[in-house]
């Protein structure tokens, strides 16, 4: 479980294709604090460290993962989002996130406001999915609220900080993001389906 504030950003090192798998190798500024078996978001989605070194540590991706996230389009170079699993003892500053994106969305606008930014991300309409304005959204890993919202796509304001110290600031028009929609909105959705309300 995480809450959705980065912690730090990562750069991959090295990619290794692993039969229909894909062995990812990042250093990050808590490198050495990481334990093998511990669950990290990458740009929000959940994955194992398996293997750390002196200065960088190995994360795997199975196909299934690839289909259903960014991750795939990554490159030497790229800079992820990090976020270490949530622990009780703290305060919950973002909002529930479970680290499985439902689908990638892609970026169809960036608008500088002068001073934070307003970005519109396009996904796949479905019955599943859904925002709401003023609603809690996980874009690469990042909890965010939802400014405007439409039928198959919403818009997101960033704040200078959030810009600085995360991936957004890499984001061109036409990138894939990672989605993870609010999960008591996909309770509640399920549940009205089930209802024969919708």
Not at 159 to 182: Q, R, S
Request: aromatic share 8%; hydrophobic share 35%; net charge negative.
């Amino acid at each position: 479980m995480f809450t959705g504030i980065v912690e730090a950003t990562g750069i991959v090192e090295a990619i290794n294709h692993n039969d229909s798998n894909i062995d990812f190798i990042l250093n990050c500024p808590f490198t050495q604090e990481l334990k093998i078996d511990q669950s990290l978001a990458h740009n929000g989605c959940c994955l194992t460290v398996v293997e750390i070194t002196e200065t960088h540590y190995r994360v795997t991706a199975i196909d299934e993962t690839l289909e259903k996230t960014n991750l795939g389009k990554w490159k030497i170079g790229t800079e992820v989002n990090l976020e270490r699993c949530l622990k009780f003892d703290g305060r919950l500053d973002g909002h529930m996130v479970q680290g499985h994106v439902d689908q990638t969305g892609i970026v169809e606008k960036i608008q500088d406001k002068d001073g934070s930014f307003l970005i519109t991300i396009s996904y796949e309409n479905t019955d599943e999915y859904t925002t709401v304005p003023q609603g809690s959204i996980t874009v690469n890993g990042i909890s965010l609220t939802v400014a405007e919202s439409g039928s198959d796509d919403f818009s997101v304001a960033i704040i200078p900080y959030t810009w600085e110290f995360t991936n957004m600031k890499t984001l061109k028009v036409g990138d894939t993001v990672n989605l993870e929609f609010d999960i008591i909105g996909k309770y509640v959705n399920k549940l009205m389906k089930k209802n024969a309300v919708l």
